[in-house]
């Protein structure tokens, strides 16, 4: 399974069904599991920890020391779920001890050409990060994510589950829960309605997500306002807990 013109390091632990490509090099402290397809040319150093089932196109550089100038060498981790693709070009780098010392990527995303994931990230599950999508480090991303292309988003950021952005959007704030944004610097420019329905989500519950996003973006209120009217709507509509989530966690303020 492993073809030998590949370099795998005599400390890397690779299960036994691991497929390893010509020329491409496999670092000390790297652990695959089973099902996993690491094609040609591709770099994976270690500390990394890689799941079951994930496909690695060639030229990928895999938990390579993060582009940090605080970072010191210290043994840092990145850490890789299952079932994610990773295309060709794309760079994941390791944490830093000013963080957790962790990137994490959780299972099932998918990753397109040249998307760059910096140190300290943590990305959910069933993301799709189109070509040339980048994070700075430190930034958070929720499940069922959608950047588009050339989308930039800036360190510290926090995006919630279900948004999405634009191709060449400029994130420089957070980015609410199922909350559209386009351009740079990034504007609101309503829900990801579409996610929803594919997820099988009533007209009833989009009607209500409808309503949500006018309450915060489309009505003149202050966030606090926004969040209290939010928050009693959420007995009868818990796909706003979410919504309300990332409003709450902000830090760098939203989107708006």
């Given at each position: 399974m492993i073809d030998p013109r590949a370099i795998v390091h005599p400390s890397a632990q690779l299960a036994e069904d691991v497929e390893v490509g010509p020329f491409s090099l496999i670092g000390p402290d790297v652990t695959i599991d089973s099902g996993t397809r690491v094609l040609s040319h591709v770099v994976i150093k270690g500390p990394t920890s890689i799941g079951k089932n994930n496909r690695i196109y060639q030229f990928a550089?895999?938990?390579?020391?993060?582009?940090?100038?605080?970072?010191?060498?210290?043994?840092?981790?990145?850490?890789i779920g299952d079932?994610?693709?990773l295309r060709e070009s794309c760079t994941l780098?390791?944490?830093?001890v000013q963080d957790q010392g962790v990137t994490w990527v959780g299972?099932?995303?998918l990753l397109m050409a040249y998307v760059h994931i910096a140190h300290d990230c943590r990305v959910g599950d069933r993301c799709i990060f189109a070509n040339n999508a980048s994070l700075a480090g430190h930034v958070r991303v929720g499940d069922d994510v959608v950047l588009g292309g050339f989308s930039t988003v800036h360190q510290f950021c926090q995006l919630g589950p279900g948004s999405m952005t634009a191709g060449r959007t400029g994130l420089f704030k957070d980015l609410p829960?199922?909350?559209?944004?386009?351009?740079?610097?990034?504007?609101?420019?309503?829900?990801n309605f579409e996610g929803m329905r594919r997820r099988g989500w009533s007209e009833?519950?989009?009607r209500e997500l409808r309503r949500a996003y006018k309450i915060v973006y489309r009505q003149g209120r202050r966030l606090d306002e926004?969040?209290?009217?939010?928050?009693e709507m959420v007995a009868r509509v818990p796909e706003l807990v979410p919504l309300v989530d990332s409003l709450l966690s902000s830090t760098r303020g939203i989107v708006r």
């Amino acid at each position: 399974m492993i073809d030998p013109r590949a370099i795998v390091h005599p400390s890397a632990q690779l299960a036994e069904d691991v497929e390893v490509g010509p020329f491409s090099l496999i670092g000390p402290d790297v652990t695959i599991d089973s099902g996993t397809r690491v094609l040609s040319h591709v770099v994976i150093k270690g500390p990394t920890s890689i799941g079951k089932n994930n496909r690695i196109y060639q030229f990928a550089s895999v938990g390579e020391d993060c582009q940090d100038k605080k970072y010191r060498g210290e043994p840092t981790r990145l850490v890789i779920g299952d079932n994610n693709v990773l295309r060709e070009s794309c760079t994941l780098h390791r944490g830093t001890v000013q963080d957790q010392g962790v990137t994490w990527v959780g299972s099932d995303n998918l990753l397109m050409a040249y998307v760059h994931i910096a140190h300290d990230c943590r990305v959910g599950d069933r993301c799709i990060f189109a070509n040339n999508a980048s994070l700075a480090g430190h930034v958070r991303v929720g499940d069922d994510v959608v950047l588009g292309g050339f989308s930039t988003v800036h360190q510290f950021c926090q995006l919630g589950p279900g948004s999405m952005t634009a191709g060449r959007t400029g994130l420089f704030k957070d980015l609410p829960a199922y909350t559209l944004a386009s351009g740079s610097p990034a504007v609101p420019s309503g829900m990801n309605f579409e996610g929803m329905r594919r997820r099988g989500w009533s007209e009833e519950t989009i009607r209500e997500l409808r309503r949500a996003y006018k309450i915060v973006y489309r009505q003149g209120r202050r966030l606090d306002e926004a969040v209290e009217m939010l928050q009693e709507m959420v007995a009868r509509v818990p796909e706003l807990v979410p919504l309300v989530d990332s409003l709450l966690s902000s830090t760098r303020g939203i989107v708006r």
